[in-house]
């Protein structure tokens, strides 16, 4: 069972388009993660969101917490090529421990 | 500090052979993890070690052993290969129950091949 579901799974646009993907769940979380992955490497931290409505911003990146801790966004801005990467939310959910991370969303940002 | 580090990153096995995937941090993390990740299913837990001298099962722990060496080293042991373990493996850590919110670090990853 996913958790947590990303949209859209592929995503291919031109520098300076704006851009939103979507992680949803039918669970409430505690927190959630947002990762970046670049081809051959491992994911990178970007944000933790805890607070439902809570919105949070690193530089052109635009994250935001469900109010009812079910979802989350991310938006950037005026995207640009070294934006292109697998963005992928994690969460925990409930009592537990381990992390759930979402299928992903697969960004190409061209010039 | 060089975070995560997995070895090897490249493997390519025969079908019923054996190896094991190291994996090192100098974070100080109480939590290590292995993923599993293949294309269309995201990132699976293997197995966590959610402290030294614990380990317990993940998402799709068959076929594959762990074993906690000390706090710095978590390695995966995959017994006898199969093709359907063929995928790329990530290790993790993180600072453990005593942080609210289990922000990972992730290692660059071992891309096995299983023929």
């Known amino acids: 069972t996913q958790l947590l579901e990303q949209s859209p799974q592929f995503l291919s646009i031109q520098e300076g388009e704006n851009l939103t993907v979507y992680c949803n769940s039918s669970?409430?979380?505690?927190?959630l993660q947002w990762y970046r992955q670049e081809p051959g490497e491992g994911p990178v931290l970007l944000v933790t969101?805890?607070?439902?409505?809570e919105v949070k911003k690193l530089k052109r990146l635009t994250f935001q917490f469900g109010d009812a801790r079910k979802d989350s966004s991310l938006h950037i801005t005026a995207a640009q090529p070294g934006d292109t990467g697998l963005y992928l939310c994690?969460?925990?959910?409930?009592?537990?421990?381990?992390?759930?991370f979402g299928k992903g969303t697969s960004l190409l940002v061209t010039p | 500090n060089a975070g995560v580090t997995q070895t090897p990153k490249f493997q390519v096995l025969k079908t019923g052979q054996s190896m094991t995937l190291q994996c090192a941090q100098d974070?100080?993390?109480?939590?290590m993890y292995w993923y599993r990740q293949d294309p269309g299913m995201g990132l699976r837990l293997i197995y966590y070690?959610?402290?030294?001298?614990?380990?317990d099962k993940g998402e799709v722990p068959n076929g594959y052993n762990v074993s906690r060496l000390n706090k710095r080293e978590f390695s995966l042991r995959l017994e006898s290969a199969a093709p359907s373990q063929t995928s790329v493996y990530f290790c993790?850590?993180?600072?453990?129950?005593?942080?609210?919110?289990?922000?990972?670090?992730f290692g660059p990853g071992t891309r096995l091949t299983v023929l």
């Open positions: 993790a850590s993180s600072e453990g129950r005593g942080s609210s919110y289990n922000e990972q670090f």
């Open positions: 669970s409430v979380f505690s927190s």
């Open positions: 969101v805890v607070t439902g409505g």
């Open positions: 994690a969460g925990v959910s409930g009592s537990g421990y381990a992390l759930n």
């Open positions: 974070m100080n993390h109480n939590s």
């Open positions: 070690s959610a402290s030294e001298g614990t380990t």
